[in-house]
């Protein structure tokens, strides 16, 4: 059995070169050190660091989920350069999912900035909208179910 099978997270393909420089660029951009990433993207600075400097190729899919959110990484540039080339041309003919831009912009709400955590609430509260049948058995528990939600974002904000 191999490391994917033990843990079905974890990607054991390799990552390419280019992937742990994207990660470092992105970072200097922001101008974060390892510590903030770390306090941001909830993931060890040694983890980023092992991956910025090549030397970790089995990767734990959520967490260079959170760290690419995180840094604003467009996933199919994140895909792209962990895993080798796509064809653009695909990419490029495709709309961006509401999730993808509210993930991967930096917004703010009353003046006050998202972070990764509200984003995820936020964008579970869509989901839980247009995922609702909003018939007459279900409406008040639908409603109940998403005030729930806004709260938690509001507690969030």
Known sequence: ????????????DGLSDDFGRLIKEYR???????????DLARVSPSYVSRIERGLRSQVSFPKVLRICFTL???YELMISKAFGEINQSEVENENPTLEDILYHQDFTIYGKPVD??????LVSTINLIFGCTWDSKTKIHDLYQVSKKIERLKDLI
């Open 72 to 74: 604003g990484i467009p």
């Open 116 to 121: 990764l955590d509200a984003k995820e609430i």
């Open 28 to 38: 200097l951009k922001k101008g974060y050190s390892l510590a903030q990433l770390e």
């Open 1 to 12: 059995m191999n490391k994917s099978e033990d843990h079905p997270n974890e990607l054991d």
